[in-house]
Every structure is written in C-alpha cells, then in structure tokens.
C-alpha cells in the first residue's frame, strides 16, 4: 500500500475542513493553501466508493465552496469534493 | 492482540476476530459520544461536535457490519459485552482538554492507522460480506480520521498544543495493539476475511505512523513524539 497520500487525505484534507469551521483569521494564519489537498484527498479517496449523498459534516465552508452567480454553491475551482457532495 | 489456536478453523478464527471488532466499535461509538459532549461543553465548535455525533452513529453501524460477517462466518456465536465506559485523557482536565485528547487519540492516531489497515485489506477480501464491510467502514474511518486533523488545526490555531507530546507514544501503542491478529501455531492466512497477519499490520503501522501520523503532529508542535 502506498501511504504517501495519506498525509493529504488525512491531514491536511482534515486541516482545511476545520479551519473551514471557524474564523478566516485562524485559516489564514495556520497558511493552509486550499489547493493541492482536497486534490490529493480525491486522488486517493478515488479508490473508495463513496456512494451517493454522504457529506463530511463540516461542509459548507469558505475554503473548499464558493457561491456561483445562480446562487448556488459550488466547489471551489481546482477542488473536488472527496465525498462527491455538492456545497 | 493475538488471538488463534490451531484446532479453529480459519472460518471461526476470523468470526472470533470480527466478533472483537464489533465490540470494539460499539466501545469507539461510546468514546465518539464522550467527545462530542466535552465538544459542546467547551464550545470548541459546533460543527465538529455535529460531526463527532455522527462518528458515533457510524461506529453503531459498523458495529451492525461486524455483526453480519459474525453471523456469515460463525452463526450463533453472540456478541462480546462492550465497555463503554472507556475515558480518554485525563479525568481532572478541562473539557476542551480532555476533547482534544480524545480527538487526537482516536482520530489522529487510531483512525488515521485504521484507515491504512482497511485499505491494506479491501483487495485481498474476497468473501461478500466482508467486502461489503469493509468499503463501509473504510469510507466513515477517512471521516473519523479527518476530524481528530480538524480538531488538531483549529486547536493548535487557538494556542499551544504540545502538551500532547507525552501522550502520544502511549497513542500509538494503544492504537497498534488494538488491531486483532490471528496468532497460534501455523501462521494463517485469513486476508480474504479482511484480516491481516501480525507482520503485516506492523509493516503497515509502521508506515503510517512514519509518513503520516509523526509528520502530522509535528505540523503543529508536537515533536519527537516517537513510538
């Protein structure tokens, strides 16, 4: 098995679905770059059905959505939603 | 944990351990429940306490999911009895101390090294209700895992965290010796029952804990926590 994606998945993909949670102060300053993990979390969550409808329980947040001009919420460009929900 | 004796058959050996996983998810739902009350108790954030809630949810049907390949494999054999009064960190902490403990403990630790063992087994599972088993829970412990990480960052965001650092061998030595093996005379090989032997859960705990686990907590200030 190959645990380097782990890192990602784990950590850093549950890093950034925290700072989600709280003030964008906090976010900001831990440095988390939304970019590569959600990315890599997929990557490796790939390999797992996730089935339809579950969600991570600390969607919506600022750092992994964005509000589309329609309205709705939608993830944030360069980002997928390892669990395959919407925001 | 070894658990084996050569007159079983593979088929009662592996119920005899899926029977101890059952066990051991209902005891992890109760510690879930645990958490997110010191959770809501210390307002960390009421999101992750929704989220703990339903860790303990899950566990309960993990614990159905054990059950099922319990009752494939070995029909009749009853449950063990769950304690679920298991407390993690220290009795006379804070509550937010106390939830972080136990956030760091069951998900950093034991979830994250969860996670890598199922996915160590998932390709080697060839019995039906075991497979099934397994995607169900593999796809819940990555969540479990994600919000002892959660909890880390927003904690270690808010002020120092390296109290933990003494904490943490113990941690892992928990979280190692939890994981049932099939001991005994013959080495057995009961992968396609979703059970790894005792080289490879050490092969892959070691590996976790290395790339994954140590590196994670260094990321915030807990250093030099070896095994």
């Known amino acids: 098995m190959d645990t380097s994606k782990l890192f990602q998945v784990l950590v850093v993909g549950g890093a950034m679905l925290g700072l989600g949670c709280v003030d964008s102060t906090l976010a900001s300053d831990a440095g988390e770059e939304p970019t590569d993990a959600v990315v890599a979390a997929t990557d490796a969550a790939s390999d797992v059905d996730a089935g339809e409808g579950t969600d991570c329980g600390l969607c919506p947040n600022e750092l992994c959505c964005e509000a589309q001009p329609d309205g709705t919420r939608a993830t944030r460009p360069g980002m997928v939603c390892c669990w395959g929900t919407s925001c | 944990m070894l658990l084996g004796d050569e007159l079983l058959t593979d088929e009662a050996i592996a119920a005899a351990i899926w029977r101890i996983r059952e066990r051991t ?92 063992l199922l996915i160590e087994m998932r390709p080697h599972a060839t019995t039906p209700e075991v497979s099934e088993g397994l995607d169900a829970i593999l796809r819940d412990e990555v969540r479990h ?28 030595e928990a979280a190692r010796a939890a994981e049932p093996t099939p001991g005994g005379g013959e080495p057995r090989d009961l992968r396609c029952y979703g059970i790894l032997g005792a080289g490879d859960v050490a092969r892959v705990a070691d590996a976790v804990v290395e790339t994954t686990i140590l590196p994670g907590l260094a990321r915030y200030g807990i250093a030099g926590a070896g095994r």
């Open chain 2, 25 to 116: 998810e209902h005891e992890v739902s109760a510690v879930f429940a645990r958490l997110a009350a010191d959770l809501e108790a210390a307002e960390a954030s009421p999101e992750l306490a929704a989220l703990a809630r339903r860790c303990a949810d899950d566990e309960v049907r993990h614990a159905a999911h054990c059950r099922r390949i319990v009752d494939a494999l070995a029909p009749g054999l009853p449950p063990l009895s769950p304690d679920r009064g298991v407390v993690l960190g220290p009795r006379d902490a804070s509550a937010a101390r106390r939830a972080l403990y136990a956030s760091v403990a069951l998900g950093c630790v034991t979830e994250s090294l969860s996670t890598a």
């Open chain 2, 145 to 172: 895992s994600r919000l002892g990480w959660a909890h880390l960052a927003i904690e270690a965001a808010r002020g120092d965290v390296s109290w933990l650092a003494p904490s943490i061998p113990a941690m892992i």
